[in-house]
């Protein structure tokens, strides 16, 4: 099987600080990958130059196009990058105020997404929009309220509804559950984990909560300073850390 | 089906001055298609530990745990993912679950992994809990919110919805009544004739020696303080 993507040897800096470095890791079809680690350790860095939002100083990011194969992101023109964003990618942003129009309706809001791509038929964008707020429980009397009429938690899940609404195969997600009380969370997790296996999703979570990615992720990632300093299955990385770092993260979890 | 050749595994305690401590060395046991083999021992002796190397969760530092031609040791995240989907299943003591997921959507999540028709699971599952005695007006509950014994069932229910040719028990009995530990029993006889291969854990003697076939005393592989 071909990895959906191939990243190898990223690295970021500004200035003379390290954002992050010697990266490199498959994902294949399906898989979820996670990325945990203190502020500032470089995950949201990553992050940024893996979906083509931050030129990395040196590296491969190559997905594997419907069309082309494996290609470069970071060699790709502009345009190529961000129709793959359109088709292809989804960026969920901690915020879901990042990743909004806030004063579109909330049917606007997905539907925008399927206009980028090619739909035209008012009717069936409107059909979509409504199946995916119902699909992130939104229910269908709120397609022409705005976003800024909604909680924090509907909010987000508009977001993940705008973003999945074009089928992509690779989701970026940054700090998903962040920000939201632990109730909404739960179910935030649950629709995630239900998407994921339904549409064979690909994702890479960034976030610092440990329970989060065991629930989420396959695969972790521990960064620290920049760089990886340990990778593994989820719950053997949790379970079993290896490296001085991942215990002392591991062991500081507050237990409720 | 099950082959672990020559373990060993050690835990280094890097933030309580790099201690290194050896659990365990020479841990050597084949199952066979078919054949229930029970680890016993002294708390502390490690059978939980080979258990979770067995499963991949721990991490072995030497040998090779072979689960029909996977080597468990060796093999990549995404081979023991698939491994863990279609071949390997483990009953753990403890049921970690998303919140407010119902009990039913926890049992039929390895078949919906495996690509099982959405009916055809919840219908699987609904027959499990039945048969685990869980009574239907907690099915669309979340387990979090059931007693220890009925979150075990729930457990079990989950571990028993895929039939995988290897499994792994660690204390499916410990927190059951008499009946739900009958059935229990009666479950690991059957995925036994249909040629599971299993490894378990049981504290309860009678349910080991009616279900298993060999034991292995685990203690055999406690590193001497001299080695």
């Not at chain 1, 939104?138 to 899940?157: C, E, K, L, N, W």
């Not at chain 1, 593994?232 to 490296?243: C, K, N, R, Y």
């Not at chain 2, 991949?56 to 698939?82: F, H, K, M």
């Not at chain 2, 483990?90 to 039929?108: E, G, I």
């Amino acid at each position: 099987m071909t990895p959906l993507l191939q990243v190898s040897d990223i690295a970021k800096s500004y200035g003379a600080r390290i954002g992050c470095t010697d990266v490199s890791f498959d994902l294949y079809p399906g898989e979820v990958m996670g990325s945990v680690g203190e502020s500032g350790s470089g995950k949201s860095t990553l992050l940024s130059c893996l979906a083509g939002h931050l030129p990395p100083d040196r590296g491969k990011v190559r997905f594997d196009t419907r069309t082309n194969g494996l290609r470069d992101t970071v060699k790709m023109s502009e345009p190529e990058r961000r129709m793959l964003s359109r088709t292809d990618w989804a960026f969920v942003h901690q915020h879901a105020r990042d990743g909004l129009r806030m004063n579109v309706s909330a049917g606007g809001n997905v539907g925008e997404r399927l206009m980028a791509v090619g739909a035209r038929h008012y009717g069936d964008i409107r059909d979509a929009a409504t199946d995916w707020l119902g699909r992130v429980e939104i229910s269908a009397d709120r397609v022409d309220d705005r976003p800024t009429a909604f909680s924090g938690g509907m909010q987000q899940r508009l977001q993940i509804a705008r973003n999945l609404v074009t089928g992509p195969r690779l989701v970026f997600m940054d700090e998903p559950t962040g920000g939201l009380d632990v109730s909404v969370q739960a179910r935030l997790l649950d629709l995630l984990r239900g998407l994921v296996r339904e549409m064979n999703l690909s994702a890479i979570i960034v976030t610092h909560d440990l329970a989060v990615v065991r629930l989420l992720a396959d695969r972790l990632m521990v960064m620290k300073d920049g760089h990886v300093v340990e990778t593994g299955l989820t719950d053997q990385v949790l379970d079993d850390p290896q490296h001085r770092y991942t215990q002392l993260l591991v062991s500081s979890v507050l237990q409720v | 089906m099950i082959s672990v050749q020559n373990v060993s595994k050690s835990f280094t305690l890097h933030n309580q001055g790099a201690a290194t401590i050896p659990v365990m060395q020479g841990a050597s046991l084949q199952v066979a298609p078919g054949e229930c083999v029970a680890l016993v021992g002294a708390s502390g002796a490690g059978k939980s530990t080979l258990m979770r190397m067995i499963y991949g969760n721990y991490l072995a530092a030497s040998g090779r745990i072979l689960i029909g031609d996977v080597d468990v040791v060796q093999a990549e995240p995404r081979t023991i993912l698939d491994l863990r989907r279609n071949v390997l299943g483990y009953v753990s003591q403890f049921l970690r679950v998303v919140p407010r997921v119902s009990a039913l959507d926890v049992v039929a999540e390895p078949l919906l992994l495996t690509g099982t028709p959405h009916d055809t699971a919840l219908g699987r599952a609904e027959a499990l809990l039945t048969r685990l005695n869980i009574p239907e007006r907690l099915w669309q509950l979340s387990p979090t919110t059931f007693s220890g014994g009925e979150q075990q069932r729930v457990n079990i229910a989950r571990g028993f919805a895929y039939d995988y040719p290897a499994l792994l028990l660690d204390e499916p009995t410990a927190s059951l009544d008499v009946t739900n530990r009958g059935v229990v029993l009666d479950m690991v006889m059957a995925a036994k004739a249909r040629g599971t291969a299993i490894v378990g854990i049981f504290h309860d003697d009678a349910a080991r020696d009616q279900v298993c076939d060999r034991e292995i005393d685990v203690a055999a592989f406690t590193p001497r303080a001299a080695a």
